[in-house]
């Protein structure tokens, strides 16, 4: 049994070197539920953290396809199946240039604690491909989807392992893999979540992400007598989360002044608002996954090559990546009056710009915020079995009861002693997630 955290780490680092941002989500989990690890004896006992960290199972596979020229090209597809204590193993696939074996192992491990706060019957899992959408044609997507899934289908199924999107994979992308699904396994289920709604999807599951972000940061704030309305908050990126969360603040009197992009920012102080919104779902469909084309055609300042959080905001939710606000960047959005941040994205912040913002201002992590994502998916799943869709009145309300529930469980596990009303939403949302699973592995021996 190892005495330390540094002493885990190190062995962890050992096993599977160089998986740089693995270490880091790791690292933060083991930070905030070491004391209680060690305060539990039946949990260290049963090395359960040890057991945590290793995935259950890597799949690994050729990924070749045919371009519109007609030559023949590779690329690296995989799964990481992390942890199946709670249910099927569940999450996104990422098709982006940037996904490694590291990536995705972090975004699993994270996901199994993210989809344990749920209270869903949901295991954790990520997957997706070094394939780049950029600038490919629609037929070579959907040439690549149907590709991914002549090896992937073997290996996932509605009671198994169900992935949905993520970074580059959308309703077309799902849509393309669960029609080749189909077709290899002469079966029409759950397989997948974020399906059309013609054919098995559920209401709110694209506004989701967004969605849920909003009703956890109306939490943070409720609770500091504050609520949206009336204030300026800075988004990043323009996909489906930045999307569904802008269109979610303006409904409730907020305004976002900054979207962006890999090549810069938008500053639009007069809030990114009405078909301007819509104007983001166009940008998002012409594949070139840039942003600037947006300052044109509303005649707003581009700021290239830069992030958004040099921009005086009350609230920043970064909506992009992993890694995507700096301590510097931090220090500036803090310096410059911002008093909470909330991660929309996974592991948006690095790990000096968490542990300052959690000393400084409200600071709330991705695994907590984005959960409303993999939640609605849950549901999809629910009404996928019952064969029944419900209303979107009713997928909502759900939504903010589970949102509400994550919140709640962040602020029970992670109040600070001796401050108050301080929360330390980092340590609550991995004592929270880190609790179900690990009680649910200890019930289910060592297997
Ligand atoms: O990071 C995430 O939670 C997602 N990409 C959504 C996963 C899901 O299964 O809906």
């Known amino acids: ?32 539920v070491w004391d209680y690890y060690q305060n539990n004896p039946r949990y260290h006992r049963a090395n359960v953290l040890e057991r945590m960290v290793e995935p259950e199972r890597i799949i690994i596979f050729r990924v070749p396809w045919v371009d519109d020229r007609g030559e023949v090209r590779v690329n690296r597809g995989y799964r990481i199946e992390f942890n199946s204590a709670l249910g ?14 590291s990536i995705l192992k972090f975004l699993g491990f994270e996901q199994t604690f993210k989809n344990s706060l749920t ?39 509605a009671n198994t392992d169900v992935p949905a ?10 849509g393309y893999m669960f029609g080749q699904y189909k077709k290899l396994k002469n079966e029409f289920t759950g397989v997948l979540t974020g399906k ?25 704030l409720l609770r500091l007598g504050m609520d949206i309305e009336g204030l300026k908050i800075g988004v990043s990126g323009f996909g489906n989360v930045a999307w569904g969360a802008i269109s979610k603040i303006n409904e409730l009197g907020g305004k ?54 040099e921009v005086p905001m009350d609230v920043a939710m970064p909506c992009a990546t992993e890694n995507e606000v ?5 220090k500036l959005l803090v310096k410059n009056g911002c008093y909470l941040l909330a991660e929309a994205s996974n592991m948006g912040c690095t790990a000096d710009a968490v542990d300052y913002l959690t000393k400084t201002i409200g600071y709330a992590p991705g695994k907590a915020v984005n959960a409303g994502g993999v939640a609605v998916s849950g549901l999809e799943m629910s009404q996928n079995s019952m064969r029944i869709s419900w209303p979107r009145d009713e997928v909502d309300a759900r939504l903010k ?47």
């Not at 099927?88 to 074996?101: D, E, I, N, Q």
Request: charged letters at 25%.
């Open 326 to 330: 700096n301590l510097e960047d931090a």
């Open 256 to 309: 976002v002044v900054t979207i962006s992009g890999p090549d810069g920012y938008v500053y639009d102080p007069d809030g990114i608002k009405d078909e301007k919104v819509d104007y983001l779902l166009e940008l998002r469909t012409s594949n070139n996954d840039i942003v600037e084309p947006y300052a044109h055609e509303f005649g707003v300042t581009f700021v290239p090559d830069k992030r958004p959080w």
């Open 88 to 101: 099927p193993y569940k999450g996104g696939l990422r098709f982006h240039a940037s996904v490694t074996l």
């Open 119 to 157: 209270g869903l019957p949901m295991g954790g899992g990520k997957g997706g491909s070094d394939f780049s959408p950029k600038g490919k044609s629609d037929s070579e997507i959907m040439r690549f989807c149907q590709a991914f899934m002549n090896e992937l289908y073997r290996h996932i199924g």
């Open 196 to 220: 059309g709604l013609t054919w098995g999807g559920s209401l709110i599951r694209p506004e989701a992400t967004g969605f849920g972000a909003v009703y956890f940061v109306r939490h943070m």
């Open 1 to 32: 049994m190892d005495s330390s955290i540094q002493a885990f780490l190190e062995k962890l680092e050992n096993k599977s070197p160089g998986e740089k941002e693995f270490h880091q989500a790791v690292e933060e989990v083991i930070g905030s």
């Open 401 to 447: 009861i589970i949102m509400e529930d994550i919140h709640d469980t962040c602020v029970n596990f992670g109040k600070i002693p001796g401050t108050g009303n301080r929360v330390d939403y980092v340590k609550g949302a991995n004592i929270g997630g880190f609790v179900k699973v690990a009680d649910a592995m200890l019930a289910q021996g060592v297997v």
């Open 165 to 174: 999107g993520d970074i580059g994979v959308g309703g077309r992308e799902i």
